[in-house]
C-alpha cells in the first residue's frame, strides 16, 4: 500500500515533468497485465504471445494526476491492446524501422533508435500514456524500455507486434 500525501502530489508530478490538468486521458483505462517474464517467442518475431492473466503488481495510482502509472514496461498482448484501444486514446507510436504498415490510428512513425524524437514528440511529459508497435516487438520493447529508464510512467507496447496483431486479425493501415 502507499500513501501520497497530497500537498506533495503536485510538486513531485510537476517535478517529473507531468501534466498537471485533472481528467489526463486515459486516467480510466482498464489495467494492463505484464506478459510472463519468458516471452521470448514473442520477441523472436513469431507472434505467439504467452498468456497474460495476472494482474501486474507494479500499477499504481501515481503521480500523473490519479492515472495509474506503473515501473516497467507493460507488455500487451494484441487482444489487450485492441480492448484499450476501444476504452481510452493512447498515443501510438510505430517504431519499427523500416516502415512495414501501422495500427489503426498510429499518431506517428519514429525509428526506434532515436528515442530523443519520441520524448520530443510527447512534448517530454513523463506522463504521456504511449503504446509503441514494431513489426515484431524487439523494436519496441527496446524503446519501451529506455522511454521508462528515463522516467516515462506510463509506456506499454505490443507483445509480438504488428506480426502478432495481424494474426489476431486486426487490421492494419498500409
Do not use: N
Not at 29 to 37: E, G, Q
Not at 136 to 165: F, H, I, N, Q, T
Amino acid at each position: 500500500m502507499r500513501v501520497i500525501v497530497v500537498a506533495s502530489l503536485a510538486l513531485f508530478s510537476s517535478s517529473l515533468g507531468c501534466a498537471s490538468t485533472p481528467g489526463v486521458a486515459g486516467a480510466d483505462a482498464a489495467p494492463t497485465y505484464d506478459a510472463p517474464a519468458d516471452a521470448s517467442a514473442a520477441e523472436a518475431g513469431d507472434g505467439s504471445a504467452p498468456d497474460a492473466t495476472a494482474p501486474d503488481a507494479s500499477l499504481d495510482a501515481g503521480p500523473c494526476d490519479g492515472a495509474a502509472t506503473w515501473a516497467s514496461l507493460q507488455r500487451l498482448s494484441p487482444a489487450d491492446l485492441h480492448a484499450l484501444l476501444q476504452a481510452d486514446a493512447p498515443t501510438v507510436i510505430d517504431v519499427h524501422t523500416p516502415y512495414a504498415g501501422a495500427l489503426p490510428g498510429t499518431a506517428a512513425h519514429i525509428p526506434y533508435t532515436d528515442v530523443d524524437a519520441i520524448e520530443a514528440f510527447l512534448g517530454h511529459d513523463r506522463c504521456a500514456e504511449v503504446v509503441l508497435t514494431c513489426l515484431g516487438g524487439p523494436m519496441s520493447k527496446s524503446a519501451g524500455d529506455a522511454l521508462v529508464a528515463r522516467g516515462y510512467l506510463r509506456v506499454r507496447d505490443l507483445l509480438g507486434g504488428m506480426s502478432a496483431w495481424q494474426a489476431a486479425g486486426y487490421p492494419l493501415d498500409p
